[in-house]
């Protein structure tokens, strides 16, 4: 059974940064697709980033020159750094991996307010 686990959600204001970081239980060597996403209130949930096992990055683009997805296979860890946090960034950040056998894990989210 493969864990996610999401760290370094917090409030912060407009403007400031946060590094959110998600680490698997695993060797993410097994995952072909690693990717954050997020859930606002009252909303779905969305793709925000995603990062293949060779390193083509993806983003939404509400994101794009704000947010860099990357993944450490050493630590089995991925990163979201954001930047120039917007109060509509504000949401639950889920941390997604896929394996070639389109097994998918989740973890069990944290928690970004950004305040105006």
């Known amino acids: 059974q493969v864990q996610l686990v999401e760290s370094g959600g917090g409030l912060v204001q407009a403007g400031g940064s946060l590094r959110l970081s998600c680490v698997a239980s695993v060797s993410i060597f097994r995952f072909n697709s690693m990717a954050w996403h997020r859930q606002a209130p009252g909303k779905e949930r969305e793709l925000v980033a995603s990062i293949s096992s060779i390193g083509i990055t993806n983003y939404v683009d509400s994101v794009k020159g704000r947010f860099t997805i990357s993944r450490d296979n050493a630590k089995n860890t991925m990163y979201l750094q954001m930047d120039s946090l917007k109060p509509d960034d504000t949401a639950v950040y889920y941390c997604?991996?896929?394996?070639?056998?389109?097994?998918?894990?989740w973890g069990q989210g944290t928690q970004v307010t950004v305040s105006s």
């Open positions: 997604f991996a896929r394996d070639p056998f389109r097994r998918e894990s």
